[in-house]
Structure formats: C-alpha cells, structure tokens
C-alpha cells in the first residue's frame, strides 16, 4: 500500500531497480503478446518518477547541473526549436523525452548516505538477477537464454543489449565497493558481472566497462586495495577481453 511504500521507500527503491534490471517487457511480449512491451515499460518508468517524487518528499531535492538528463532536455527542445521529424507528434516527442528522463529522477533526490549505499549495492545483484530469471524460463521452455545476432549471445529475460545495460551500471558499482571494501565477495561480483556483459556480446557497453575497469585499476590506489592486488586483476581481465577478441 502506499503507506508501507512511504515508510519503506528504500527498500521499495531497491526492490523497483531489481524489477527494471529484469527486462521484463520482452518475456511478458513472448507470453501475453505485442502489447505487453510498450506498457510494462511504462509501468516501470512511471513506477520510478513515482518513487522518486516519494524519496524527494521524505528526503529533499537537490540540484545536478551535471546530471544526463538535461541532454535529454537539450535535445527536446532543440526538435521543438528546429522542427520535429515529419513521423513525430509534439505528444510523442514529449512522451519518449519523459521516458528518457524518468531513470535519472533520483539524481535531483537529496538521499541518505546509508540509503544510496543501500541502492548502489543492490545495483550489483541485478545482472545475476537477470540471468538466473533467464535460466529459469529457458529451462521451463518460454524462451531461449541465449539470442543469435553475430553470434549467440546471453540475453536473460530480455535483449543482450538490454542485459548489458544494467550490466554496466553493476560493474561500475562493483568496482565501486571492491575499492572501499577489498572483499573477496566485491572481486567476485566484479567478476560475475563483467562475465555476464561479455556474454551479451555488447561492443559499446563492453568497451565502456573495460576501459573504465582498466583505467581505474592502475592509476587509483585504495588502502583496502593495494596495487599487487589490482595487478593480478587486471592482467586476468585483459587476457579474458583478448581470448575473447579471438572469436
């Protein structure tokens, strides 16, 4: 109920990212049918202004002058400017333009710290999430875990691109509590989430976590992660990233 949302909308928050990094639009189009696709995702986008407007509430706003999303308003109002294209209505433009802008409400949310900690972390289960609920419904025989284009690559519940995107955000975030923390358990997060964004077969999105991955490990030092801890990790992934290179 909206009570339980309001008193727990920490928890709610993480519970709705576990959702969205599922990619649900895409099995639920496989079960129920073309209509399925373009309304659970705006369920899930609407579910998370939602959430965000109950976060600013409780929490606070803040101001993000370097937030993602004002391109998206840039490029809005520049199509409104110069004209929109000749397929596109005013209503449709704005329309996919508060759709674009729906996953970075929470930047403008003054949260916590023990609730973005909380978040960010829960960040770094999604893909593994994605996955297993992937293995799942291929075992039950829904749907393939794995889609050929180029090659066979994994795509959970959903697409590979889609599993790749929130493949990246976990790396990141991985990568994240491996530096504050310099657990075994972080290394294996970063690990398994950096295996699942290859299998997506992704290019963007790989080369982004890689290059992020491998510009952080040598030049950032961290008490809980000494450099003759950081090497080894490095040197494993590049071998990975050039066997891989091979096929």
Request: net charge positive; glycine share 10%.
């Amino acid at each position: 109920s909206a009570a339980i949302v309001w008193h727990r909308a920490d928890r709610a928050v993480v519970l709705w990212l576990i959702v969205v990094g599922l990619s649900l639009e895409m099995a639920l189009m496989d079960a129920i049918g073309p209509s399925a696709f373009s309304s659970t995702i705006a369920v899930a986008k609407a579910s998370g202004i939602g959430l965000a407007v109950v976060c600013a509430v409780r929490w606070g706003v803040r101001s993000d002058p370097s937030c993602p999303a004002w391109v998206f308003v840039g490029m809005t109002a520049t199509g409104f400017a110069h004209g929109l294209h000749p397929d596109l209505s005013a209503g449709e433009s704005l329309r996919s333009a508060i759709g674009s802008l729906a996953p970075f409400a929470f930047c403008f949310v003054r949260l916590p710290p023990s609730v973005a900690e909380r978040w960010i972390a829960a960040i770094r289960w999604c893909p593994i999430v994605a996955t297993l609920g992937g293995v799942t419904v291929a075992i039950l025989g829904m749907r393939p875990l794995f889609a050929e284009s180029g090659g066979w690559r994994l795509s959970g519940l959903g697409h590979p691109a889609f599993l790749a995107n929130v493949c990246l955000p976990a790396v990141y975030s991985s990568l994240t509590w491996l530096y504050r923390t310099g657990r075994t358990r972080d290394l294996l997060l970063l690990i398994a989430n950096g295996a699942i964004l290859l299998a997506t077969g992704a290019r963007a999105p790989l080369a982004y976590g890689a290059g992020a991955v491998g510009l952080v490990l040598p030049t950032t030092g961290s008490p809980a992660l000494p450099f003759a801890v950081r090497l080894p990790i490095l040197l494993a992934g590049a071998l990975v990233l050039s066997v891989a290179g091979m096929f």
